[in-house]
């Protein structure tokens, strides 16, 4: 069969298409041109307000700053306070994180949101869907200002025929497309009367296959089923899809979301885990005030936190091993506690401690493809396509792989850019159309 080739666009006006993926722990943003007559290309969003150098992974974090009158402070990449020398200047402010997570699914367990705002809290005057709106704001001006800095057409050409595609985790519903509609009609995306024309929305599982069809054009040779999973920041998404005659792509079981409340797990506080590459730092750091209860380092919650922060941007990513240590580096050489094994502003964590923070998230993905795999009777699955933020972890990809059975292989789309391949896919599902989603059949 013939590769796809996408065609040139048939419309006659000049359009702007823009799509949002809003992270638990990091966002993205892409967007295509679209001109008469000409091939549309997608095109990631690589500067951001408040970064000082381009970044390649062309990601942002998903944070929100506050005042205590709750005025935005700042967003993004400007919440930094390493780069923003204002920001870390002034007192009481209030970060709001995994804001995306109070968007409550209507099978997540009521109470579970209250536990998420204990971590952290809102603003006393602010909702949910006020702070993704904030967000999507900050990340609208930021996707203006690099499109009018890098393009040579002009963002006035455009600015009357803009298009949003919004992603969401598999198996958001009516309710959470209509709050993420109204924050970004409340951000300025678009106005109200043009909001049900202008936005659409898609999964996050849908996206990612457009992504690794774009990444893999040989995916479109494949006859077996194919499992998605989009390993991100807060949830797992797992998608299975099957060729059809006609050559498209249609969902052939339910899509799954690990939104799934889970027993306590030992010295936890939160009664349920969603098991993103979040939630592996969140185990880290509660390892590392309980080991440091009773040195000078832990009663310091700013030491604590630097060690949680520096182990999530360094020490998860290059984790592979359990038979080596793993050094979290936090400050500078004087920091030195060897009784605790602090030298030189690093702790040492052994590799299978390192290992077991890991381990929920890797038994959960586990047992989600093993659980999607025996549900597709009809159709045997044969491919795993590992894409989002966490799948870049080379532990998590060799543990998978060593538990996936004879005949299943499982690989990762794009290395070097399989954190945006949310954003780029739903500019894929824009433009193609080739995936229908799960229907249910009724008998």
């Known amino acids: 069969m013939a590769t796809h080739q996408r065609q040139p666009y048939s419309g006659t006006e000049r359009t702007l298409v823009i799509a949002i993926d809003v992270g638990t722990t990091f966002s993205g943003v892409s967007y295509a041109l679209l001109n008469p007559g000409v ?21 942002v974090p998903s944070v929100v700053c506050y005042s205590q009158d709750g005025t935005v402070v700042a967003a993004g990449a400007e919440t930094d306070p390493k780069t923003n020398d204002a920001l870390a200047e002034m007192d009481d402010i209030i970060r709001v994180e995994w804001f995306k997570l109070h968007l409550r699914p209507p099978h997540l367990a009521p109470g579970q949101e209250f536990e998420l705002q204990k971590l952290h809290p809102f603003p006393k005057n ?31 050409s455009v600015k009357r025929n803009i298009y949003f595609v919004l992603s969401h985790p598999n198996r958001w519903e009516g309710k959470q497309q209509s709050q993420m509609r109204n924050a970004a009609i409340a ?9 049900l024309e202008r936005i659409s929305f898609i999964s996050e599982g849908e996206a990612s296959l457009h992504f690794c069809l774009n990444k893999n054009p040989k995916l479109h040779n494949k006859r077996d089923g194919i499992l998605v999973v ?9 998608s299975a899809y099957s060729q059809t005659t006609k050559g498209r792509f249609k969902e052939i079981l339910p899509p799954e979301c690990s939104w799934t409340v889970m027993e306590y797990f030992a ?11 979040v939630f592996v730092t969140y185990h880290a750091q509660e390892y590392l005030k309980k080991r440091l209860r009773n040195s000078k380092y832990g009663s310091e919650h700013e030491i604590v936190e630097a060690m949680a922060s520096a182990f999530d941007k360094v020490t998860k990513c290059t984790f592979k091993t359990p038979n080596t240590p793993s050094f979290v580096k936090f400050g500078g050489w004087r920091y030195h506690d060897p009784e605790f094994d602090i030298q030189c502003g690093s702790i040492r964590i052994i590799g299978t401690q390192m290992a077991r923070f890991f381990e929920p998230a890797l038994q959960e993905i586990i047992q989600v493809i093993e659980r999607q795999r025996s549900n597709s009777t009809s159709i045997s699955i044969k491919t795993v396509l590992l894409v989002g933020g966490f799948a870049r972890s080379d532990y ?9 059975p004879r005949g ?36």
């Open 267 to 277: 010295n936890s506080t939160i009664p349920g885990f969603f098991q993103g590459s």
């Open 408 to 443: 299943v292989s499982i690989t990762r789309a794009d290395i070097t850019h399989i954190n945006k391949a949310v954003a780029d896919g739903a500019i894929s599902y824009y433009l193609d159309h080739c995936v229908t989603a799960w229907v249910p059949e009724y008998s």
């Open 396 to 404: 998590l990809f060799s543990q998978l792989k060593s538990h996936c």
């Open 230 to 238: 989009d390993c991100g920041g807060g949830t797992i998404n797992v």
């Open 126 to 156: 602010k909702t949910p869907v006020q702070v993704f709106g904030d967000f999507l704001r900050y990340l609208f001006k930021s996707t203006k200002k690099h499109i009018w800095d890098s393009e040579p057409w002009s963002w006035k």
């Open 39 to 59: 091939v549309p290309q997608i095109q990631p969003v690589t500067q951001f307000l408040g970064q000082r150098e381009p970044r390649g992974d062309s990601k």
């Open 187 to 195: 951000a300025g995306l678009v106005d109200k009367s043009l909001a």
